[in-house]
């Protein structure tokens, strides 16, 4: 399986862990109304490397947040490259810093209004879309160092 796809779909969860399955590259999971929590399983995941998770409303805030920072700390880290969460309501994104290959970040109308940590200068982006949300600035490290390209802020 290399490719997965889930919309509106009565699907409540995925397993717990995903890392035996070494050839998903593509995950897409959309309107899934009976899905309240992040799936922690998609951290596992050794070589997925586009990720869209978008309009699961059921899926609290804490829960995104929370699997945010699975993302950040599991096998997923070493492989993701585009991050699709549009819609899906979380205050803060957490530190994604170890996400390296992270060239895409979608958080458009999310309701963030702050990033915990910046990515630093080993992290190039090439395109964050965050239109919609209730940022004031972004995070830069010590350095000054953020490195998108392009940005899309209202």
């Given at each position: 399986?290399?490719t997965?796809?889930?919309?509106?779909?009565?699907?409540?969860?995925l397993?717990?862990?995903?890392s035996n399955?070494?050839?998903?590259?593509?995950?897409?999971?959309?309107?899934l109304?009976?899905?309240?929590?992040?799936?922690?399983?998609?951290?596992?995941?050794?070589?997925l490397q586009?990720?869209?998770?978008?309009?699961?409303?059921?899926?609290?805030?804490?829960?995104?947040?929370?699997?945010?920072?699975?993302?950040?700390a599991?096998?997923?880290?070493k492989?993701?490259?585009?991050?699709?969460?549009?819609?899906?309501?979380?205050?803060?994104?957490?530190?994604?810093?170890a996400?390296?290959?992270?060239?895409?970040?979608?958080?458009?109308?999310?309701?963030?209004?702050?990033?915990?940590?910046?990515?630093?200068?080993?992290?190039?982006?090439?395109?964050?879309?965050?239109?919609g949300?209730?940022?004031?600035s972004?995070?830069?490290?010590?350095n000054?160092f953020?490195?998108?390209?392009y940005?899309?802020l209202?």
């Amino acid at each position: 399986l290399q490719t997965l796809y889930i919309g509106y779909s009565p699907i409540m969860r995925l397993p717990s862990d995903m890392s035996n399955m070494k050839a998903l590259t593509d995950i897409e999971m959309f309107y899934l109304p009976k899905l309240e929590e992040f799936p922690m399983g998609l951290a596992t995941l050794p070589n997925l490397q586009t990720l869209t998770f978008a309009c699961n409303f059921n899926v609290s805030q804490e829960s995104m947040y929370e699997g945010l920072k699975a993302l950040n700390a599991g096998n997923v880290s070493k492989s993701l490259q585009a991050l699709y969460i549009p819609t899906q309501k979380v205050n803060k994104i957490p530190d994604l810093s170890a996400i390296k290959k992270l060239a895409l970040l979608n958080i458009q109308d999310c309701g963030v209004y702050e990033f915990e940590a910046a990515f630093g200068k080993d992290h190039y982006f090439a395109d964050l879309y965050a239109d919609g949300n209730n940022l004031s600035s972004l995070p830069t490290d010590d350095n000054g160092f953020l490195h998108p390209q392009y940005l899309l802020l209202p």
